[in-house]
């Protein structure tokens, strides 16, 4: 399909701000369970909280981009028995709730007695808000049939894995940014581990749609199935919306290199930083790592909606 910029931009921004926002709940949650309460983590906490809620709604105003009526979005909310899109956008603004909550906790200098088991509360809500939301996301593609590439198990994965590592990414950079050497070498460490996971299941991916392609034939496409459909003249003798739109050619030769470039800057991402670690830099070692990782997410992005096929193809 021909790739949104409006879209690509929406999944890789709002994944990373979901991503943040669940580690954010769970960090809470934790040290608050637990009774482990620090004063010098509220600052990060609190900037946490406000980069991902301003990366989570730039994606998602973004997102606005690609509709043909954007004033009409509102409908959006009122289909969330049947459209993972309704629930995408219900769970997220359900998101907000807990974060409001988390930031004001935060904000009042809390804890005590009654302010910790509300606030872990709130954080667990928070990460499971998110994350949910992120998952909406990812069943948007997941769900539709007419395009076989989205409907691979593994697609709802990566997307949580994406939107995780990333956000895992943005908080570890807050950290060393606001408190200081906190472990840098842990940090890239688990980035890295991740990381690779996530290039691993990105690779199996693309073998397994690569290897299946398209199913069907020119009759399934036009609701013939076990027929057999001949054409002696094209459809159409020029460019439409759907050969625009569900037919978007990437070269083979251009794709493979793509993939390539987003599985090393994902996977170089906490391998800059291990660099930059070395020449006494953690805080930028971490950021430049995010960076790396948010790029590579641009770039798979943006392959996974121009290498997606619709079966309508067939019949084209």
């Known amino acids: 399909m021909h790739p949104a910029l409006s879209v690509i931009l929406f999944t890789t921004l709002s994944g990373a701000g979901y991503g943040l926002l669940v580690w954010l709940g769970v960090s809470v949650a934790l040290l608050n369970l637990r009774g482990q309460v620090l004063p010098a983590l509220t600052g990060v906490q609190l900037a946490a909280l406000a980069l991902g809620l301003v ?18 979005s509102w409908r959006a909310f009122s289909q969330w028995r049947t459209s993972w899109l309704s629930r995408e956008a219900v ?60 409907r691979h198990p593994l697609v709802v994965p990566v997307y949580l894995l994406f939107a995780l590592l990333t956000g895992l990414a943005l908080l570890f950079a807050l950290m060393l940014l606001m408190l200081g050497d906190q472990g840098p070498e842990t940090m890239l460490l688990t ?28 009759a399934t496409a036009i609701g013939l199935p076990g027929r057999e459909a001949t054409v002696f003249e094209r459809p159409h003798t ?23 470039g987003a599985s090393a800057l994902v996977v170089g991402g906490p391998l800059l930083g291990y660099l930059l670690l ?39």
């Open 278 to 316: 070395a020449a006494g830099s953690p805080a930028l070692a971490l950021a430049a790592a995010a960076a790396l990782m948010l790029a590579g997410a641009f770039v798979e992005r943006w392959l996974f909606f121009a290498q997606a096929r619709h079966v309508v193809t067939l019949y084209y």
């Open 238 to 260: 020029e460019a439409n919306y759907v050969t625009r739109e569900m037919a978007f050619q990437v070269a083979r030769t251009h794709a493979r290199w793509l993939r390539i």
């Open 91 to 150: 769970m997220a603004i359900a998101t907000v709730l807990p974060a409001l909550l988390v930031g004001a906790l935060l904000w009042r200098g809390m804890p005590g007695p009654t302010a910790t088991p509300l606030l872990a509360i709130a954080g667990i809500m928070l990460a499971l808000f998110a994350l949910a939301t992120v998952a909406c996301t990812a069943m948007i593609y997941a769900s539709l049939k007419p395009i076989p590439a989205w």
């Open 55 to 72: 990366l989570s709604t730039a994606g998602l105003l973004l997102s606005l981009g690609h509709l043909g009526k954007p004033l009409r």
């Open 191 to 218: 980035l890295a581990v991740v990381a690779c996971l996530l290039v691993a299941l990105k690779w199996l991916y693309w073998y397994e749609t690569d290897r299946d392609g398209l199913p069907g034939s020119r």
